[in-house]
């Protein structure tokens, strides 16, 4: 397990979840545009973002309230007390859609006495405004509250450079070119939090935390980037015409315009043809727990509502020849309740259950190459109209005992019951696509699993602030339906379904504190077989996107880190992770455009048995300090540094050479001043400042018709941030 504590967060900026995976080993996060909305990848071990119907093999926890859409990546991360990455399977305490791992938000609670702070700042590289604050403090001797705010506006560090053109397919029409600006991702983001405590007993008390979060972009795509390999140095469209204004270069700059408003009349979330991306969500979560002699009950209910709507062009280019626009709506609703004992005797345990409900409505429309529908009177190639929803029930529990003072057998299991259903109907299909399933005609699909996953850990304390451990763990991801934007005529029921994703394995730790308590160490290897990866693939000629499950994958490795005050002004800190993530075996994976037999291509499709998970650094190690001299009486420096490094890895489903990522270094530092009463502080930091751009997601360049061409999901490059605080 890996714990950002909030002053490392406050120290490297880091106010998104893709900056919070890069504190933490062997863990990557990125906004993926459409479908899910976000890769999130823990040890190799990810799920695409590119389809509505799947979910993430990464939990992402915010206060109590599971959630495994990757859209909840847009939160923005403010106020937090730690970030804890917990790495492998998590099903007994965290249940389904966790095989690969939980990241885990606590938010800062209500303080016994008044405090405030507020904090605003400039980041200079990509013009990004900020705001955060918080005030917090008792109402009564029982009741406390705390609400905590941040804002942000950003222009953007991708350039756009595409101007009007006349259209490839109808030349009286003339594309406008980037009307959405020509700063990507133009980001907005505003959220608040509220947090009300009530304690009016030794044995009782509730949490009830409510957070809104507004996000906008000039689109889903906006902070991607196409490019070249194999020496190419033009980008092409449609296989033969350059793209005006377009390079092949990784430079952050990118000629991709918006749509024309002829082809955007009366087509559902089109925004009159200019690209954009609105998400907002509210996240609410009421924690009660009461004390009884020698058992705790605990019960958290949760509820997420969040509203993504977007319209983006897919093939890159001033021409848009490729776009969709899209809404969709969750609303989940979760409730458990556990019981923990804690007896004198040798014997306690935990038992509790699950529930949760969801449903979700999404609507895509879709327009290849601008063909006109003279009976909808648009240009969309299909409006696609479904509805899902689901329950899942969970019962578990865990039996502890104490075989001696220093030894304990800790055994549970989880069962999980998954149902899921789905309606997909093509409100309206055009005449260039007729093989899509039928107009009006409804695809209906239900899916039923169970499963049980069951754990064992012996933990052993020889002495005090000592411990070692040795588990077996499995975890469990539940199956599900596709819910691709196109929808063919071979759609069935049954080939929509995909099957659950199961991991295995052992691990074997030691975590200890020494050095008089200055010294905290944390070691751990693992073994772990995975059964069914959930993979999705992209085909760029029939711009779709499939689920289907990979046959077997094989994670091991080791894991260490430490923090160690090693003075009274000095502290250090690192990590390193060694991790070989691979295939044992799976014999149909889709070819890469351009693969032949003799680059493994046989039949239309690869065997990846001895590839790298996507994703999957071998190495990752970091080094960090932070120092703080006494350089003036009465006043507080505080010198921060973080230096990471990761291996080469590969990005692209379908390993194409262009999914191949380079090793890269990550440097962050940070300067901060101010008198040590803590009324205020400035401070000057800095992130990447190497200005690695690297890709976490890559796919074919739609509607190039082009094996050297692609797209790739970037980070952020460097970010310079000047900011005050000042403390109430």
């Known amino acids: 397990m890996a714990v950002v504590g909030q002053e490392q967060l406050r120290n490297n900026v880091a106010s ?28 190799g071990v990810s799920s695409a973002s590119n389809d509505s119907g799947l979910d993430q093999s990464v939990a992402i926890e915010v206060d109590g309230v599971p959630i495994s859409r990757g859209q909840v990546i847009s939160a923005s991360v403010f106020d937090l007390q730690q970030v804890q990455v917990l790495q492998g399977p998590q099903a007994l305490f965290f249940g389904k859609n966790s095989p690969a ?26 013009e990004q405004r900020f705001v955060e604050g918080a005030v917090s403090g008792p109402l009564s001797d029982t009741f406390k509250a705390r609400l905590a705010f941040r804002g942000s506006e950003m222009d953007g560090w991708v350039k756009n450079t595409a101007t009007p053109v006349t259209d490839i397919v109808n030349p009286t029409v003339t594309d406008p070119g980037a009307t959405m600006g020509r700063t990507g991702p133009d980001d907005e983001i ?24 507004s996000q906008e972009r000039n689109a889903g795509n906006a902070s991607s980037e196409p490019f070249c390999i194999n020496g190419q140095t033009t980008p092409v469209i449609l ?30 979330y089109s925004n009159g043809g200019v690209p954009y991306l609105d998400s907002r969500f509210t996240l609410a979560s009421l924690n009660l727990n009461k004390t009884y002699d020698s058992v705790s009950l605990t019960s958290t209910t949760g509820y997420y509502d969040q509203t993504v709507q977007q319209m983006s062009v897919s093939d890159w280019s001033p021409y848009a020849t490729i776009w969709a626009a899209s809404k969709e709506t969750y609303e989940l609703i979760t409730q458990e309740v556990r019981a923990s004992g804690d007896f004198d005797g040798p014997l306690n345990f935990m038992v509790g259950v699950y529930y949760e409900t969801f449903d979700r409505p999404y609507l895509n429309s879709s327009d290849l190459f601008h ?29 502890r005992w104490d075989i001696t003072d220093a030894l304990e057998l800790a055994a549970g299991a989880r069962y999980s019951h998954d149902e899921k259903d789905i309606r997909i109907v093509n409100l309206e299909t055009g005449p260039a696509q007729p093989t899509l399933y039928a107009r009006g005609q409804a695809l209906m699909s239900s899916y039923k699993d169970d499963n049980v996953s069951p754990e064992v850990t012996l933990t052993w304390k020889p002495v005090d602030d000592q411990t070692l451990y040795v588990a077996y763990k499995t975890g469990y991801k539940a199956g599900g339906i596709s819910n691709p934007f196109l929808v063919f005529r071979n759609a069935t029921a049954d080939n929509l379904q995909f099957e659950p994703e199961e991991a295995k394995g052992v691990e074997a730790g030691y975590k200890a504190t020494l050095l008089d308590r200055t010294l905290r160490l944390d070691l751990v290897a693992y073994r772990y077989d995975y059964e069914d990866l959930q993979v999705v693939s992209y085909n760029a000629e029939t711009i779709n996107f499939t689920i289907n499950n990979a046959a077997q994958a094989e994670i091991k490795g080791v894991q260490g880190s430490f923090e160690w005050s090693a003075l009274d002004e000095l502290t250090l800190r690192g990590n390193v992770g060694y991790n070989r993530a691979e295939y044992d075996s799976f014999p149909n994976a889709q070819c890469y455009p351009g693969q032949t037999a003799a680059l493994g291509c046989v039949g239309g499709v690869q065997s990846l048995a001895g590839k790298a998970l996507l994703r999957a650094p071998e190495l990752t190690y970091s080094l960090g300090f932070d120092y703080q001299p006494r350089l003036v009486s009465g006043w507080d420096t505080t ?16 390993y194409a050479p262009g999914g191949f990522q380079e090793s890269y270094w990550l440097v962050n530092a940070a300067l901060r001043v101010g008198p040590d009463s803590g009324a205020y502080e400035v401070a000057l930091i800095g992130r990447n400042l190497t200005d690695s751009y690297y890709m976490l997601n890559v796919n074919g360049w739609s509607g190039a018709s082009n094996p050297n061409q692609f797209v790739g999901f970037f980070n952020r490059p460097r970010e310079l941030v000047l900011q005050a605080t000042v403390r109430f």
């Open 16 to 43: 998104d979840l893709s900056k919070v995976g890069e504190l933490a080993p062997q863990v990557s996060m990125s906004q993926g545009g459409s479908g899910t909305g976000a890769v999130i990848t823990v040890r």
């Open 101 to 126: 791992g939980v990241i885990s938000l606590r938010s800062a609670d209500a303080t016994d006495t008044f405090e405030a702070y507020v904090t605003p700042g400039y980041e200079f590289e990509s």
């Open 371 to 399: 063909v006109f529908n003279p009976a909808a009177q648009n240009y969309a190639t299909v409006i696609m109209d479904s509805k899902s929803s689901g329950d899942y029930f969970s019962g578990f529990a865990q039996l």
């Open 639 to 654: 010198i921060s540094a973080l230096a990471s490094h990761s291996d080469a890895y590969q990005a692209a489903t379908d």
């Open 190 to 213: 505003y959220a608040a939090r509220l947090t009300l405590q009530w304690q009016p007993s030794d044995d009782f008390d509730a949490n009830f935390k409510l957070m809104m979060n």
């Open 239 to 268: 296989g033969t015409r350059p793209i005006p204004g377009a390079d092949c270069r990784k430079d952050r700059t990118k000629s991709h315009g918006a749509v024309a408003p002829v082809y955007a009349a009366n087509v559902p």
